[in-house]
Every structure is written in structure tokens, then in C-alpha cells.
């Protein structure tokens, strides 16, 4: 089911899932989602059905664990792998071809997934097995580009298309005044303004939704009401003129509301950080990061709960996202917002130095014996934030963006430690390490004078993650794994006089670093050959032990391996 923002398609994809599961019909569903990082994976999708199948059949469930005994890491294999051994040999050994009731596996939202490429490469890898699986996938997305190709590669007799957009306007507008009614009992009865709403709708079941939500939304619901329906929709142009009107007359209430300059600039650095946020962050997280009181993000808040949910104002613990992607594309769009709009180079900015700042403030060495009672829980909540993601919105930025090079040089020079060992106590060695391969690759181009420390940090890093993957001795960061750094590593020389080590080399020290980055062990014969996959990220290597081997090239991480090839 394809369909423009708006439309309904989660809201479709959500009650036909509700229906399945009423009816024992359905297998599985994944609602994709650009808020969260793991619900944007496209490597989560095919797990988390397997998962989800086991649950709803025992066989299915027996079949799983015998393969997952013999491959426990299939959930970080490629694509079609993980789709051959986690889905259909499992369905197969099961029901064979052959299942009594219909099993759909209901997948929402793709566009939502960071990497279209393999969102494309994954509609391909369905099409190839749907057919012999004995399943059926319902699949929403937008009509973007890559995405609309994949489909187009499938073979048409395996699928069935519907263009949500497509549906005729009175079936569309016979269903959002049914919802409308509903929703305004108690103000549409006779009242000729409903019309004007729903003819403002127009196809998008999002205006109406969020119309609905604003007028309930506290204040005086017959003035909300009036003033929606008085909303002139010629204020844009294109499909979603309607919608940003909407939008900006509920921005335009709130910035009214808040008469002092100051509640205006908290309204945009609130709104800032939800619609930058990798991971939609709570009050207090927000609270911690903007260096702004939960009393002060709340009242930012109050006169946008039609577009941005929040649970409650006295739960700071629960994370705040906008309802709809739509409404982050409005405000990062200068040509539909206008003075509404919010530069999204600006929020990462704000947000990558606010992240930097509170790791200056909080991150100091053995963490792990921190007082809890001198400790509160929104500020571990902000520095894990900044921590896991501020090096995601430094790359963001670009030269123009007025980069202050001694700003970075500073986490290197204070935080790079104490970083590591709070990111090894949360278990996210690999964050650790992934953050530090895309800070390098954006210094190279956009900020030199940093690529050199970041190079250090990211060889340091890797020599020590063993280390850093087990929480219990984390702390050696600070003692034995400095002591093993060349000489000439920046690193060494910042730390090693400032944490006065007792023991030292006193003979064999290296000055520099090996040319050798990583060492990939496994192969248990003499390798025939290697090569670099184009992207660079993976090596592919042959074997006289009868094994083709790809590994991730930037760490000790094997990726795929088929065992018993003998023309090597």
C-alpha cells in the first residue's frame, strides 16, 4: 500500500494489524520509524519477525533455537541471510508449504528506514522467497524514489499494489467525516464549519486527526473550533497546502500564547530538539541537554500536544516525538513553514554542543562508584544521550556551519577517557567505536585539524575492545591500556603525565603506530586471497580450510562465512 504523507497508511497498517491478531492471523508487524534508531534499522526487520513468529507458533519456535544454536550471530548477518535462516527455514521445517490459516506479516513505514538502499535490496529478497513461503506481507510506504524501484524490479505476479492517494475523494472524506463526527461529538452536531474542516482535509486523514487533537486540546474548544474552520487554505500551494496551514495556525497560537521573548525562544529550542533528537528524548533528558528546567520545557510544550506527544507533563520520564513525520517535514522546509521554520543545521548544531558541554560537565574517570544520592536520574539520562549521540550531530554539520575545531580538540582532550568508560558501563563498545569511524571520515573532509587525535582515539579504541566490552574492567583505560600506546600517540601524551601511572616499558615501547590496523582471525589454513568490497567497509577473504569469510573491515567482527567450498 503506497501512499503520500498523511494518508493514513500507520493508521490502516495499525487496525488491519489489530484485526489479524483478533482473527489468529497475524505473523508479525514492524512499524518503521525515523525517531528511533533500532525501529529505522532495516537489519531489525527480518529478527524481530522471526522473533515474533516463534511466539505465535511453537514449531516455528522449536525450528528457531536449533538454528540459532548452531549461528547465534544470524541477527547480524546480511539481509538475505538473515531472511534464508531466520524466516524461511524455520516457516519451512514448520508448516512445509502449507499453513491451515492465513499468516501475514505486516511491515509499515518503510521510508521511514535510514538506508533505502537496503530497503530496495530487502523488497527484492522478499520477492524471491514470498512465493514459496506459505505467508503473506502487508508493506506500507511513501512513494519515494529507491523504494518505488524496488517494486518495480518484483515480479508482478507476486504482488499487488494500492495507491492510498489514489482512492476516490468522496470514499476518503465519507471516512474522515465519520472520524470527525466522532471525534467532536459534542460541538458538530448541525454545525456547518465540520464541513469546512473536512473539505480542508482533503485526502490527508492527518489533518483531521491533528485538527481533532488541537481543538480538544484544553483552551476554549468552541474559539479552537472556529479558528480551524476559519483557516484559509491558500496560504501554500501543492498537496499539502491544507496541512501547513493547519500547522502554522497551531505554532502561530502558541507563539502568541507566549508573550515574553524568552517563552518563544524556549519554544524553538524544545521544538528544535524533538525534530533533530536520534532518539526521542524525555523531559528530563531534554531538561538536562537544553540546560533548561522540566517546568520550562513543559510550558514550551503546552500549546503543541496536537502535534508533538507528550504523555503527561508530570511524567518527565517518557520520551516526547512529534505525532507525524509530517510535521518535522513542515518545519524543516523554509518554503511551507516560513517564519516557522527551523534550519536543521541549526538544531544539530545547538544539540551537538549542548551534548558536548554536558560531557565536559558530568564525565569524569571510575564513573561506576558514583554517589546515586549526589546523582539524578535526569542527568544520567541527558549524559547518556550525549554521550551515544553527539557525535551523530556533529557529522550532520558542514564547514559553513561554523565549526569550532578547539571545541572537539576539548572532548579529546577531557572527555575521550571517561567516554569510553561510561559507553563500556552501558555496553556500547561498538558505539563507541562507530562514532569515532564517522568523526573520522567527516574530519577528513570538513574539519582537518582534528583528524589526526580522532585517528588516535579510533586505534586506541579498537586495540582495547576486548577491554572495553567488559564492564567489570573498564577502568583499565586509565592504567594498563595507556601504558601500551606508542610514544608519539597524541593520547598518550595528554594522559599518561596527568594520571601518573606506576608502571612503565622500559624497553620495546612503540614510538608510532603499526601499519596493521586489525587482525581478522579465523581462517585455519593459509588465505589464497582477499579484496575489498567497493564501499570499503567490508573484506571478503578465501581459504585452503575450504571457507569464504566476509568480515566488517573496520573491526574484528566476522560477518558471513560459507563453510565446505572446495573449488579454492
Not at 517563552?263 to 533528537?277: G, M, P, T
Request: proline share 3%; with cysteine.
Amino acid at each position: 500500500m503506497n501512499g503520500m504523507a498523511g494518508t493514513g497508511k500507520t493508521t490502516i497498517a495499525y487496525s488491519f494489524s489489530q484485526i489479524l491478531h483478533e482473527n489468529s492471523m497475524l505473523g508479525a508487524s514492524f512499524f518503521c520509524s525515523r525517531l528511533e534508531v533500532d525501529s529505522s534499522s532495516v537489519h531489525r526487520i527480518f529478527p524481530t519477525i522471526a522473533y515474533s513468529l516463534a511466539q505465535h507458533f511453537p514449531s516455528v519456535y522449536h525450528a528457531l533455537v536449533q538454528i540459532l544454536e548452531q549461528d547465534p550471530d544470524l541477527g547480524h548477518k546480511t539481509l538475505k541471510q538473515q531472511m534464508s535462516s531466520l524466516i524461511v527455514a524455520p516457516v519451512k521445517t514448520a508448516f512445509g508449504n502449507v499453513i491451515k490459516k492465513p499468516v501475514v506479516i505486516v511491515m509499515d513505514a518503510l521510508d521511514e528506514c535510514a538506508n533505502q538502499d537496503a530497503v530496495a535490496e530487502m523488497l527484492l529478497i522478499l520477492s524471491q522467497y514470498s512465493s514459496s513461503l506459505p505467508l503473506k506481507f502487508f508493506i506500507t510506504s511513501r512513494p519515494e524514489q529507491k523504494i518505488r524501484k524496488g517494486f518495480g524490479r518484483l515480479k508482478t505476479e507476486t504482488i499487488s499494489k494500492f495507491l492510498l492517494h489514489d482512492v476516490e475523494k468522496d470514499i476518503v472524506r465519507a471516512d474522515i467525516e465519520v472520524y470527525t463526527r466522532k471525534m467532536l461529538l459534542e460541538i458538530a452536531e448541525g454545525r456547518i464549519g465540520l464541513q469546512t474542516l473536512i473539505d480542508h482535509a482533503g485526502n490527508l486523514f492527518i489533518y483531521a486527526a491533528t485538527a481533532c487533537k488541537y481543538i480538544k486540546d484544553g483552551g476554549n474548544i468552541q474559539e479552537r473550533f472556529e479558528t480551524v474552520t476559519g483557516i484559509s487554505a491558500g496560504l501554500t500551494t501543492g498537496q499539502t497546502e491544507s496541512l501547513d496551514a493547519l500547522y502554522s495556525n497551531i505554532l502561530n497560537t502558541a507563539y502568541d500564547k507566549a508573550k515574553e521573548v524568552q517563552e518563544q525562544k524556549d519554544i524553538n529550542r524544545v521544538l528544535c530538539a524533538v525534530i533533530s533528537a536520534f532518539s526521542p528524548p524525555s523531559i528530563n533528558c531534554m531538561s538536562t541537554l537544553l540546560n533548561m528546567p522540566p517546568a520550562r520545557i513543559c510550558a514550551a510544550l503546552s500549546s503543541l500536544h496536537s502535534v508533538v506527544h507528550v504523555v503527561s507533563s508530570n511524567n518527565w520520564s517518557s520520551p516526547i516525538s512529534t505525532f507525524h513525520a509530517s510535521f518535522s517535514d513542515y518545519l524543516t522546509n523554509i518554503q511551507r513553514s516560513g517564519k516557522r521554520y527551523l534550519n536543521s543545521s541549526v538544531s544539530h548544531q545547538l544539540l551537538a554542543f549542548q551534548c558536548h558541554a554536558l560531557m565536559q560537565k558530568h564525565l569524569h574517570q571510575n564513573l561506576c562508584n558514583q554517589d546515586s544520592g549526589h546523582t539524578k536520574a535526569g542527568i544520567l539520562e541527558g549524559l547518556e544521550y550525549a554521550c551515544v549521540y553527539w557525535t551523530s550531530h556533529v557529522i550532520q554539520l558542514k564547514s559553513e556551519d561554523n565549526i569550532d575545531d578547539q571545541v572537539l580538540q576539548l572532548f579529546f582532550d577531557r572527555s575521550l577517557l571517561p567516554w569510553l568508560e561510561y559507553l563500556s558501563l552501558l555496553g556500547k563498545p561498538d558505539t563507541a567505536l562507530g562514532s569515532l569511524q564517522s568523526l573520522e571520515r567527516w574530519a577528513a573532509i570538513y574539519c582537518p585539524s582534528i583528524l589526526f587525535v580522532t585517528n588516535d582515539a579510533l586505534r586506541f579504541g579498537k586495540e582495547n575492545y576486548e577491554l572495553l566490552s567488559d564492564q567489570e574492567y573498564c577502568l583499565e583505560i586509565y592504567n594498563s591500556a595507556l601504558v601500551w600506546l606508542p610514544t608519539q600517540s597524541p593520547i598518550y601524551k595528554k594522559y599518561k603525565l596527568e594520571k601518573s601511572i606506576g608502571c612503565r616499558i622500559t624497553c620495546g615501547c612503540r614510538q608510532i603506530w603499526s601499519a596493521c590496523e586489525v587482525v581478522l582471525d579465523g581462517h585455519s589454513s593459509i588465505v589464497n586471497s582477499a579484496m575489498f568490497s567497493p564501499d570499503g567497509q567490508h573484506v571478503v577473504s578465501a581459504s585452503r580450510d575450504n571457507t569464504v569469510r566476509i568480515w566488517n573491515a573496520s573491526q574484528d567482527n566476522l560477518r558471513l562465512c560459507w563453510r565446505d567450498i572446495q573449488a579454492l
